[in-house]
Antibody, heavy 122, light 107 residues
Framework: QVQLVESGGGVVQPGRSLRLSCAASGFTFNHYAIHWVRQAPGKGLEWVAVISHDDSKKEYVDSVKGRFTISRDNSRNTVYLEMRSLSAGDTAVYYC???????????????WGQGTLVTVSS | DIQMTQSPSSVSASVGDRVTITCRASQGIRNWLAWYQQKPGKAPKLLIYAASSLQSGVPSRFSASESGTDFALTITSLQPEDFATYYCQQANRFPWTFGQGTKVEIK
């Protein structure tokens, strides 16, 4: 079955960087767009970034543009989220999620990982 | 950005009750709307996509409808496992945005 496993979270000081990974299995990885969605403690969901199935398209929410970079390695079935210049406002559980539909996608999040917690604190 | 406004923010209900949650988009999104269920400490789960299509494996007591920029999720005959927080999400235009959530609590 579809499985997504995030890793790389932890406690990081403001201004520092962190890279999250999302390892996928159970489906043809290079057929699907992958998203990152975050949830600050006790708050709602915020979509962060998406990378298309073929790596041709990337989109970001304005609050992370220029600081976060999404990438994928289709040979390793893994998506990455490189996060720079972190601030307290980036503290959240970060989920990776697979698009519901293959190819161009539908931008519905049909499969989710368990999440990884990023805490930005001095 | 498209704003998604859910109401109510919380609702208390009993097992067997019918519950309806609404979501209003700040502009037209056609039928590009999804509903998710999230339980504490867990990832969200897709329930409904394309405004009213039931995701595979989701019980038929969940249904949804649309009317212009207003959308509704209905749970008929609430079950113990349905107590959770529900979010709507628009998929019409970047950035994809969620409603603030509706918590369904046990009365």
């Amino acid at each position: 079955q579809v499985q997504l496993v995030e890793s790389g979270g932890g406690v990081v000081q403001p201004g520092r960087s962190l890279r999250l990974s999302c390892a996928a299995s159970g489906f043809t990885f290079n057929h699907y767009a992958i998203h990152w969605v975050r949830q600050a403690p006790g708050k709602g969901l915020e979509w962060v970034a998406v990378i298309s199935h073929d790596d041709s398209k990337k989109e970001y929410v304005d609050s992370v543009k220029g600081r976060f970079t999404i990438s994928r390695d289709n040979s390793r079935n893994t998506v990455y989220l490189e996060m720079r210049s972190l601030s307290a406002g980036d503290t959240a559980v970060y989920y990776c999620a697979r698009d519901r539909d293959y190819g161009l996608g539908s931008y519905y999040f049909a499969h989710w990982g368990q999440g990884t917690l990023v805490t930005v604190s001095s | 950005d498209i704003q998604m406004t859910q109401s109510p923010s919380s609702v208390s209900a009993s097992v067997g009750d019918r519950v309806t949650i609404t979501c209003r988009a700040s502009q037209g999104i056609r039928n590009w709307l999804a509903w998710y269920q999230q339980k504490p400490g867990k990832a969200p789960k897709l329930l409904i996509y394309a405004a009213s299509s039931l995701q595979s494996g989701v019980p038929s007591r969940f249904s949804a409808s649309e009317s212009g920029t207003d959308f509704a999720l209905t749970i008929t005959s609430l079950q113990p496992e349905d107590f959770a927080t529900y979010y709507c999400q628009q998929a019409n235009r970047f950035p994809w945005t969620f409603g603030q959530g509706t918590k369904v609590e046990i009365k």
